[in-house]
């Protein structure tokens, strides 16, 4: 569902994290937020799902959740901090404890998650029998199992290998199109960025302002032809341009402190 952000900034003591953020994200719609390290990327996140109170100006959600979402924001971070001792499947109905639902819907809702991400035939598997990218999609499915409305993702390919990653993006891309929830997704990889979002933001650094908004014109389902290389080799070009100095001389300030 629609997401407004308007007049956000945030300082931790005397540290300014973020400054003057407003931002307006349609229902459905893919952000990926970038910038340099410590321009503030997580501490929005933090604030966008309400786990964070911001300094100044406020974050609103356009009208109730959908009826089936049990949390309207849920979040994916890159340690995917499964229970070892649980199944794949009782660790994505975690989410599900404690809320009173009938066993039927808990089951429904978990076999729902389970197929989204591909992991069908793993539900009575332990974290330590799956790789990495397996287990980073329970991480998904557990963020998806509530239905959210809005999924809010802090770099959750950072801890994987460059295949993995690749191939983890390809499943995104097929997760982005079976379900329906507004979704900002903060990384690193420009790659990642151009390939999984619909626009990027890119901040400055910090305290990280709005630096520019860049829109990602091809659909989501053709994203990964071949015939859109040359496009979106472009976009991380902009992007890199946008970023580098950015990143550059957040790299002086910090050797310089
Ligand atoms: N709890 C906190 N207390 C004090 N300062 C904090 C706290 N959390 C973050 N900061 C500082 O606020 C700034 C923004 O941090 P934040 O983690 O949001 O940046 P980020 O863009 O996510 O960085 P990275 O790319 O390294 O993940 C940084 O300078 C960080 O050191
Ligand atoms: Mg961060």
């Known amino acids: 569902m629609p997401l407004h952000v308007e007049g956000v900034s945030h300082r931790y003591g005397t540290v300014a994290a973020l400054e003057a953020i407003d931002l307006d994200i349609a229902d459905g719609e893919t952000v990926a ?3 340099p390290s410590g321009c503030g990327k997580s501490t929005l996140l933090a604030i966008l799902g ?4 911001p300094s100044a100006g406020r974050v609103t959600l356009s009208g109730p959740p959908p009826a089936d979402s049990l949390n309207p924001f849920t979040y994916v971070f890159q340690d995917f901090a499964l229970l070892p001792w649980r199944s794949v499947e009782a660790n994505v109905a975690l989410a599900l404890e404690h809320r009173g639902l009938p066993a039927a819907e808990r089951h429904e809702r978990v076999a729902t998650a389970l197929a989204l991400t591909g992991l069908g035939d793993f539900a ?3 974290p330590k029998q ?3 990218g397996m287990r980073q999609r329970v991480g998904i499915a557990r963020a998806l199992v509530v239905r959210p409305a ?3 993702l802090d770099e959750p390919l950072s801890a994987l290998d460059a295949q993995t990653r690749a191939l983890l993006m390809e499943d995104l891309l097929a997760i982005w199109a079976r ?3 507004t979704r900002v997704y903060v990384t690193h990889n420009l790659e990642e960025a151009a390939r999984l979002a619909d626009r990027v933001v890119v901040l400055s650094r910090r305290p990280g302002r709005i630096r520019d908004v860049l829109r990602i014109d091809i659909p989501v389902a053709d994203r ?3 015939g859109h290389a040359a496009l979106l080799a472009d976009i991380h070009r902009r992007l890199w341009s946008l970023i580098r100095d950015e990143a550059a001389t957040a790299d002086r300030e910090m050797q310089r402190a």
């Open 33 to 35: 937020l970038i910038g």
């Open 50 to 53: 309400g786990l964070l109170q």
């Open 124 to 126: 009575a598997a332990y």
């Open 130 to 132: 799956l790789s990495g």
């Open 150 to 152: 809005v999924l809010l």
């Open 179 to 181: 379900e329906k929830s």
């Open 224 to 226: 990964s032809r071949p």
